[in-house]
């Protein structure tokens, strides 16, 4: 599969306006790759969220991604992104099928092992120091990811501390693609902000 080079992650712990709302800026701005990252309880309030964000980006031509779930991702019809915690790729197709999934590595061993995987594509990380998670692996740096782009054919997105100053380094370090969280958000927060943001994003990455 060919990943698009911008990677847009919607954090709910980080979101500054409404899930859809940020969806929908996003998508407008022709994004075409879209995660849902919901680290609490998935109750049923938030998997009809989660369905109509996909039903929104079906309608745009864009691959939505469930963080986690491949339980909930079957049954939107969508994506998976699989970190090293969750069911393993093999596990996951089970339910999946023939279903894109992605799966997190953050060292030279799980990169390894991930090529016995049955996955669509693999992420690495932490490539900088990162906020948005509690307890992050080690920095692989982007010297780290040069250094380890060879282990594997896959697509491979660069995450961990991405932001518009330092992408163009990851990807000339040989990732496919950057996933973006905490810098797609400009500190005022608003709806226009996002947009802008989108807009500087799909520039740099020539999207």
Request: include cysteine; charge should be neutral; glycine fraction near 8%.
């Amino acid at each position: 599969m060919r990943l698009p080079r911008f990677y847009p992650i919607l954090d709910t712990a980080m979101l500054a306006i409404p899930l859809e709302a940020a969806a929908g800026i996003l998508l407008d701005e022709g994004v075409q790759i879209l995660q849902l990252r919901h680290k609490k309880h998935f109750g049923r309030e938030m998997f009809e969220t989660a369905g109509r964000i996909a039903t929104l980006c079906r309608q745009a031509g864009a691959l939505f991604v469930l963080n986690d779930r491949a339980d909930l991702a079957a049954l939107l019809d969508a994506a998976v992104h699989l970190g090293q915690e969750d069911l393993t790729p093999e596990q996951a197709r089970r339910v999946m099928g023939s279903a894109v999934i992605g799966y997190s590595t953050h060292n030279e061993a799980q990169l390894r092992s991930s090529n016995e995987q049955p996955a669509d594509y693999v992420a690495l990380g932490p490539i900088f120091q990162t906020l948005s998670k509690r307890n992050p692996d080690p920095v692989v740096s982007v010297l780290g990811l040069k250094r380890l782009r060879s282990l594997t054919d896959r697509p491979l997105v660069a995450i961990g501390g991405i932001t518009r100053e330092n992408a163009d380094a990851a990807l000339a370090a040989g990732a496919d693609s950057v996933a973006v969280i905490g810098d797609l958000w400009a500190r005022d927060g608003d709806r226009a902000a996002l947009r802008e943001r989108a807009r500087e994003w799909m520039r740099l990455t020539n999207e």
